[in-house]
């Protein structure tokens, strides 16, 4: 028998013969090639940029739409008509997203949220009447909504058949979009201080360019050997997909095209969805518990609190508060690519500790017991850690539980229990508002 020589030395047609399935991997690797220049990794943050991208670029332009529409209360309309697709987008991806290519359900999500940032500055142009532009404008948030739940579940489910590791990328990539959105609008709003049409066009110009380079960058994913691997290994345990399927696949050794391995690896044997449910309920109610508490404080209660020190104006200390949650979110979903503090046996520990942060942001608005800047924005940095760190580990242990064609469900599911406590907590977010401040959004005082 030929002797494998080198751990990444390439099976060939000729040479395919010589090992048995023991000794080689259809793959054409026979073991995990390196992921050169932690390419792939790279662009699984680019992907998780994409999912939460949208999102952001709609709610940093709120200085637009507050001027196109001053007397509607469009961030509370906003949140509404982008949750509700989500979730019920989710469950459609959970149950039957298996049933398409990851190729179909990524250029398609993308594709419509390129479609509506292009679109959102076209439609409020003058001479478009109010509320048409509204109506418009609104429908193309629930398009957004739709468009990135599949992807949620997608890609974190495609992330799921990398090590755990890839999952960290996608956390990192959601926790840097609102950073680069923020940045953008910063910049083109400063470029052009007077002219609110032009900047915003550009902005949602770029931020449909970037998303475009999301479809660019899993098209190249595609081409990696790693990427080639681990769905050849995710066929070979769970068998081939029906012949006839959108998702036919080929040999992976000898395919020309790059997509049918991933579109294979897509379709899988039947996955039985209590027994999954019974070995990750544990990381599903902790990533569903970190963002409830997280949303249902930030951004709406925390924008409740005042500066106490006035150095700097309340427009300043709210948008420095924002900012603050921002990095310190993102260093908290990438900490995990170097180090573990908390093991998924003592996860819920930290999570269920941070229902803390309630009683400390309410006593820094009514009543009013930390009356210092310095308790705001320590209170917000270890609020935003402990929300990128806790929730990256849980959406990285949830997959580790289930098996290989269980995994893509899997990471589906973990991503419908993160954005179903971001949806509870927009609306418990109302109520709390109204209990500690006796107001609610819409309320014109």
Request: aromatic share 16%; charged share 15%; with cysteine.
């Amino acid at each position: 028998m030929k002797e494998v020589t080198h751990r990444y030395e390439k099976i060939t047609p000729e040479s395919r013969a010589n090992f048995s399935d023991d000794e080689g991997s259809l793959t054409g690797y026979n073991e995990p090639p390196p992921d050169k220049f932690n390419l792939a990794w790279l662009i699984f943050c680019l992907l998780g940029v994409g999912l939460l991208f949208p999102w952001n670029a709609l709610l940093t332009a709120a200085d637009y739409f507050a001027t196109l529409y001053p007397k509607f209360a469009f961030s509370f309309a906003l949140s509404l008509a982008y949750n509700w697709p989500s979730v019920i987008m989710l469950l459609l991806t959970i149950r039957w997203g298996r049933n398409f290519s990851f190729t179909s359900r990524i250029v398609v999500g993308f594709t419509i949220d390129v479609i509506v940032q292009v679109m959102v500055p076209l439609i409020n142009l003058d001479g478009v009447p109010y509320p048409v532009n509204l109506i418009v404008t609104l429908g193309g948030v629930f398009a957004t909504g739709c468009a990135t739940a599949m992807l949620f579940g997608t890609i974190l489910g495609l992330a799921s058949m990398f090590p755990p590791t890839y999952i960290t990328a996608v956390m990192s990539g959601n926790g840097v979009a609102g950073i680069i959105a923020g940045g953008l609008r910063c910049i083109t709003k400063g470029s052009l201080p007077n002219d609110m049409q032009t900047s915003s066009m550009i902005y949602f110009a770029l931020s449909g360019f970037i998303l475009f380079l999301c479809i660019v960058g899993y098209f190249v994913l595609l081409r990696l050997p790693i990427t080639k691997y681990y769905m050849a290994q995710s066929q070979k345990e769970s068998g081939q997909p029906k012949k006839g399927s959108i998702n036919d696949s080929v040999d992976p050794v000898y395919s020309t095209d790059d997509e049918e391995i991933v579109a294979g690896a897509s379709q899988q044997k039947k996955v039985h969805y209590f027994s999954l449910m019974k070995r990750i309920w544990r990381e599903a109610l902790v990533v569903f518990t970190i963002f409830f508490v997280s949303l249902s404080l930030f951004p709406g209660m925390t924008a409740q609190i005042h500066t106490a020190t006035h150095s700097l104006s309340q427009e300043w200390f709210v948008i420095l508060m924002i900012f603050n949650f921002q990095i310190f979110d993102f260093i908290g979903r990438t900490l995990p690519k170097f180090f573990i503090l908390f093991s998924a046996r003592w996860l819920w520990v930290p999570t269920f500790a941070r229902c803390a942060f309630f009683a400390l942001f309410i006593l820094c608005i009514k009543p009013l017991i930390f009356n210092h800047d310095a308790w705001y924005h320590v209170f917000m940095a270890i609020f935003a850690l402990t929300n990128g760190y806790c929730g990256t580990l849980a959406m990285m242990y949830g997959p580790t539980n289930a098996k290989d064609h269980e995994k893509e469900t899997a990471g589906a599911i973990m991503s419908f229990f993160l954005n179903f406590g971001i949806f509870l907590a927009a609306h418990f977010a109302i109520l709390l508002l109204y209990a500690v401040e006796g107001t609610l959004p819409w309320d014109s005082s």
